[in-house]
């Protein structure tokens, strides 16, 4: 079955800098990555999400990239903020009903 | 404010209990979903409803059950819990049952059990 890595696990940025998420896939059927985002207290909101047959999408400050060949994709967030703070989840999902999530990162952002 | 309503926020249950959680949507979604979410873990799984009809049990101890009555409401029957099973209980719906749907989650019922 599918299996998504996710890394850094954890991950600590200045306020106004970058930051990247980096997950890899194993199936490559996948064709659709979501991102979501968790903040504590909640449920995961989705974010931004990429379908296979785009390598870039990006949202303002958010912009996710997708290798197919290579079975990776990355969150990409610029001029990161305080309230950006929070367990960000990639996925992916083969077509059916399932999503396979990864680890989750957790973002601290200071001020 | 999440369009994915949860009900009721928190639940203490001794092991004896019965209760149910309750999960809302008024979006016209189809397909509804129940997760289980541990400390600093990814969503888990649990069961999948495409069209109101149970699509989806990734093999859940029948000690959960769980109810789509109509297409916008969802129930999670619990009856006799165990320890272990002190989590978080997400709900998720997506507008289709097929592929590439994004899912909109709600915030949860954290549940402990005594």
């Known amino acids: 079955g599918e299996n998504v890595e996710q890394h850094p696990s954890t991950l600590s940025v200045q306020e106004g800098d970058s930051a990247v998420i980096k997950c890899t896939y194993s199936?490559?059927?996948?064709?659709?990555f979501p991102w979501y985002k968790q903040e504590l207290g909640k449920g995961p909101q989705l974010i931004i999400d990429?379908?296979?047959?785009?390598g870039e999408k990006k949202d303002q400050r958010i912009a996710v990239t997708l290798n197919k060949t290579a079975k990776h994709f990355s969150l990409h967030i610029t001029e990161t903020q305080p309230e950006d703070s929070a367990v960000y989840f990639c996925?992916?999902?083969?077509?059916?009903?399932?999503?396979?999530f990864g680890a989750g990162t957790r973002l601290f952002v200071k001020a | 404010d999440t369009e994915v309503t949860q009900t009721p926020k928190h639940l203490v249950m001794g092991m004896t209990n019965k209760k149910s959680l309750k999960c809302e949507q008024h979006?016209?979604?189809?397909?509804m979903y129940w997760y289980k979410q541990k400390a600093k873990k990814p969503p888990e799984l649990m069961f999948v409803?495409?069209?109101?009809?149970?699509?989806i049990n990734e093999s859940v101890p029948s000690r959960f059950s769980p109810e789509c009555p109509n297409s916008s409401l969802l129930n999670l029957h619990l009856h006799a819990l165990q320890p272990e099973d002190s989590a978080l209980y997400l709900c998720?719906?997506?507008?289709?049952?097929?592929?590439?749907?994004?899912?909109?989650f709600g915030d949860g019922t954290r549940l402990s059990i005594l």
């Open positions: 979006m016209g979604h189809r397909a």
């Open positions: 199936d490559s059927a996948s064709n659709y």
């Open positions: 998720a719906s997506s507008q289709e049952a097929v592929s590439n749907q994004p899912q909109h």
């Open positions: 996925a992916a999902s083969t077509g059916g009903f399932k999503t396979i």
């Open positions: 990429i379908r296979s047959n785009v």
């Open positions: 409803y495409s069209y109101e009809k149970l699509s």
